[in-house]
T-cell receptor, first 111, second 111 residues
Framework: DAGITQSPRHKVTETGTPVTLRCHQTENHRYMYWYRQDPGHGLRLIHYSYGVKDTDKGEVSDGYSVSRSKTEDFLLTLESATSSQTSVYFC??????????FGEGSRLTVL | GQQLNQSPQSMFIQEGEDVSMNCTSS?????WLWYKQDPGEGPVLLIALYKAGELTSNGRLTAQFGITRKDSFLNISASIPSDVGIYFCAGLTGANSKLTFGKGITLSVRP
């Protein structure tokens, strides 16, 4: 299995609070991604990174920011969480070509 | 944006039956991939297809990259209970390694 861990795995927070999810890899893969998964919507890309300090927006990036200060870590931040951001968040890593390795997911509930 | 269409949302089959899933798009993709997600886990790559017309097998799974490059199908033969899960198709267009996912098909297998 690819060495990829997400933390926290579960979080409950209140509307308006900041939240940071962390993705850590031990594979030295170039690409890192954050997806959210919601019933009826499948997997939707929030942000991705193609190198240290190189990031780009996905299809549902509003309300989210990311940072990648070193190869192994990719942080997803919700500056002010809203109930619509209740979801399961998946981090993935890749060396390119579409073959992604996913983490186990982080379940976020915003009350 | 690009969209991949998977339907129906759910499929119910009897153990031992074959099942086929399609994925279509109005856009051309250079790579097609099929992922499976077991309950409570992240998606895992099943098969990757890199060339129009390509037919690839992985055990009881067979997938094809459509000639028009706008579709792909996945066939599972002689289904077993562990085939239960969500099956996603995904497409890649260029060199930026940004995948587009379909919404997924939830497969249930009755013993």
């Amino acid at each position: 299995d690819a060495g990829i861990t997400q933390s926290p795995r579960h979080k409950v927070t209140e509307t308006g609070t900041p939240v940071t999810l962390r993705c850590h890899q031990t594979e030295n893969h170039r690409y890192m991604y954050w997806y959210r998964q919601d019933p009826g919507h499948g997997l939707r890309l929030i942000h991705y990174s193609y190198g240290v300090k190189d990031t780009d927006k996905g299809e549902v990036s509003d309300g989210y920011s990311v940072s990648r200060s070193k190869t192994e870590d990719f942080l997803l931040t919700l500056e002010s969480a809203t109930s619509s951001q209740t979801s399961v968040y998946f981090c993935a890593i890749s060396e390119g070509g579409g073959e992604l390795f996913f983490g186990e997911g982080s379940r976020l509930t915003v009350l | 944006g690009q969209q991949l269409n998977q339907s129906p949302q759910s499929m119910f089959i009897q153990e031992g039956e074959d099942v086929s899933m399609n994925c279509t798009s109005s856009s051309i993709f250079n790579t097609w991939l099929w992922y499976k997600q077991d309950p409570g886990e992240g998606p895992v790559l099943l098969i990757a297809l890199y060339k129009a017309g390509e037919l690839t097998s992985n055990g009881r799974l067979t997938a094809q990259f459509g000639i028009t490059r706008k579709d792909s199908f996945l066939n599972i033969s002689a289904s077993i209970p562990s085939d239960v899960g969500i099956y996603f198709c995904a497409g890649l267009t260029g060199a930026n390694s940004k995948l587009t996912f379909g919404k997924g098909i939830t497969l249930s297998v009755r013993p």
